[in-house]
C-alpha cells in the first residue's frame, strides 16, 4: 500500500487553509462572544443579542484572514519543500516569516520586515512547541535497556540480528 | 433748565450700566454707548452721586458687590480645597497601582519563560551540532551525492521524516543511548527520487568522539522499500 501512499504536498495545501478556517472562526467566535456581550447595553436580551450579532458579522472575518494566512503559508512551505528537496523545521520558520512579510506589503518595506520577524518567531514557537510535545509523547514508550545491535542488511563483521528501536 | 437735562441723561446712562450687568439688554441708540464707555470704566459706581434721588438703584448696586464678594470666597475655599484632595488619595492608589503592576510584571514574567523555553528548544534543535537535526542534514548529504543511490533513485532526491497527522515531515525519529561510556545515535528518515514509487528507508548511527565531542558516522545505508528489495551501503565505519 505504501506505493498508493499521497504525497502531502499539494494536497496539504487545501487542508491547511480549511484547518486554518475553522481555527479562525472557532476561535474568533469565542473571542467575539464575549466582546459583544460587554459592548451591548445593559439588559439580558440586549446582551445575548449583541454576543449574536457580533458573532455573526466578525466571526467569519477572522477565519477568512486566518485562512488566508494558513493557505499562504501552507503554499509557500511546499514550495520550499520543493526547491530545497528537504524537509527540516527551517522550512517552517522561513514560510512563516515569508508569510508575515507578504501579507504586510502594502504596509511598506519597514512593516514587511517587523511582521516577517513576528511570524519567523511564532513559527519558531510552534515548532519549539511541536519537538517538545514529540519529546514528550516518545518517552512515554520508551524501553528501560532497548537491546542495540547492529542491524541485519550490513555486511556481517560480527554476529548482528535485529536492531534497536527508533523513536 | 440745562442742569435737568444734563442730569436726566446721566441718569439714563447708570440705569443702562446697571442693567448691563444684570445681563439685560436695551433697544438703545448705539452712539450714545459707544461714546459714554469710557465715563464707566473711569468710575466705579456713578448712580451713588445721585441715591438722594435713585433708592432702588443703590439697593442693586449693593446686591451685586455683595454677590462678588460671596463668588470670591467660593473661589477661594475651592482653591483651598483641591490641594487637600490628591495628598489624601494619592496613598490609596499608589498601594492600588503597586499591586497591579507587581500582578502584571508575573504574568508577564511567566510569558517570556514559556517564550524561552520554547525558543531555546528550537535553536537547540536547528543550531547544535548535536541535533538529531543535524546530523539528518549530514546524513541527507551523503545519501544525495551517493552515485548509486542517484542511479536507483533519480536525480532530485528529497528527504523527510515521519509523517504526522496534518501531513508535516519534518521530525526524524532518532534513539539515543549509551554504550561503554559513550554516545550513540541512531536515526531512520526516508528518501524519494523521480522514479515514480521508488521510495527507500536510511539507516544511520553515529558515536560520539572522545576527543571532540562531535558524532561521527558510524554507518549509512539505505534499504529499498518497494520491489526489487536491496540494500545500498552508503559508509560503513564499524
Redesign the interface.
Known amino acids: 500500500m505504501?506505493?498508493y501512499a499521497r504525497e502531502?504536498?499539494p494536497?496539504?495545501i487545501v487542508?491547511?487553509c480549511g484547518?486554518a478556517f475553522t481555527m479562525g472562526a472557532i476561535g474568533g467566535g469565542v473571542f467575539q462572544t464575549v466582546k459583544g456581550f460587554r459592548n451591548a447595553p445593559v439588559g439580558v436580551r440586549h446582551r445575548l443579542r449583541g454576543s449574536a450579532n457580533a458573532v455573526r458579522v466578525r466571526a467569519p472575518q477572522i477565519g477568512g484572514s486566518f485562512a488566508v494566512w494558513g493557505g499562504l503559508f501552507s503554499t509557500i512551505d511546499c514550495g520550499l519543500?520543493r526547491l530545497r528537496?528537504?524537509?527540516?523545521?527551517?522550512?517552517?520558520?522561513t514560510s512563516g516569516a515569508m508569510t508575515g512579510a507578504i501579507l504586510a506589503a502594502r504596509s511598506g518595506p519597514l512593516a514587511m520586515v517587523g511582521s516577517a520577524m513576528m511570524g519567523g518567531?511564532l513559527l519558531?514557537?510552534i515548532?519549539?512547541?511541536?519537538?517538545?510535545l514529540?519529546r514528550y509523547t516518545a518517552q512515554q514508550f520508551q524501553n528501560s535497556s532497548?537491546i542495540?545491535e547492529?542491524?541485519k542488511?550490513?555486511?556481517p563483521?560480527e554476529e548482528a540480528r535485529g536492531?534497536?528501536?527508533?523513536? | 433748565m440745562s442742569s435737568l437735562v444734563l442730569r436726566i441723561g446721566r441718569t439714563t446712562n447708570c440705569v443702562q450700566h446697571i442693567l448691563k450687568r444684570v445681563h439685560v439688554r436695551l433697544q438703545q441708540p448705539r452712539s450714545s454707548l459707544l461714546t459714554l464707555d469710557p465715563v464707566f470704566q473711569t468710575n466705579h459706581c456713578p448712580c451713588s452721586k445721585w441715591a438722594f434721588y435713585h433708592t432702588r438703584s443703590l439697593y442693586t448696586g449693593v446686591y451685586l458687590c455683595s454677590r462678588k464678594d460671596e463668588q470670591k470666597d467660593t473661589d477661594q475655599l475651592s482653591v483651598s480645597r483641591s490641594p487637600h484632595t490628591p495628598s489624601r488619595g494619592s496613598a490609596t492608589q499608589k498601594v492600588k497601582q503597586a499591586g497591579k503592576d507587581f500582578t502584571y510584571l508575573i504574568v508577564v514574567l511567566i510569558g517570556l519563560g514559556v517564550?524561552g523555553?520554547?525558543?531555546?528548544?528550537?535553536f537547540q534543535?536547528?543550531f547544535s551540532s548535536s541535533s538529531p537535526?543535524k546530523i539528518?542534514?549530514k546524513a541527507?548529504e551523503r545519501c544525495?551525492s551517493h552515485p548509486e543511490v542517484i542511479g536507483a533513485f533519480g536525480e532530485?532526491?528529497?528527504?523527510?521524516?515521519e509523517?504526522s497527522r496534518?501531513?508535516?515531515?519534518?521530525?526524524v525519529?532518532?534513539?539515543e543511548?549509551m554504550?561503554d561510556g559513550l554516545k550513540?545515535m541512531?536515526l531512520?528518515f526516508y528518501i524519494e527520487g523521480s522514479e515514480p514509487?521508488l521510495?527507500g528507508t536510511v539507516?544511520s548511527e553515529s558515536k560520539e568522539n572522545p576527543e571532540t565531542g562531535k558524532y561521527e558516522f558510524r554507518?549509512i545505508?539505505v534499504?529499498i522499500?518497494?520491489y526489487p528489495r536491496r540494500?545500498i551501503?552508503i559508509e560503513?565505519n564499524?
Not at chain 1, 528537496?85 to 520558520?93: F, L, R, T, V
Not at chain 1, 536492531?163 to 523513536?167: L, T, V
Not at chain 2, 523555553?117 to 528550537?122: H, I, T
Not at chain 2, 532530485?156 to 521524516?161: A, D, N, V
Open positions: 505504501e506505493e502531502p504536498c494536497w496539504r487542508d491547511d484547518g519543500v528537496g528537504k524537509e527540516d523545521p527551517w522550512n517552517s520558520i518567531i519558531a514557537l515548532e519549539g512547541f511541536g519537538i517538545l514529540t532497548p542495540v547492529d542491524p542488511q550490513l555486511p563483521k536492531y534497536g528501536q527508533y523513536q | 517564550t523555553g520554547l525558543l531555546y528548544v528550537v534543535e536547528l537535526s539528518y542534514g541527507f544525495r532530485p532526491i528529497k528527504g523527510f521524516g509523517t496534518r501531513g508535516r515531515r519534518q521530525q525519529s532518532h534513539l543511548y554504550k550513540y541512531r531512520k514509487g521510495r539507516h554507518y545505508f534499504e522499500d518497494t540494500t551501503v560503513d564499524r
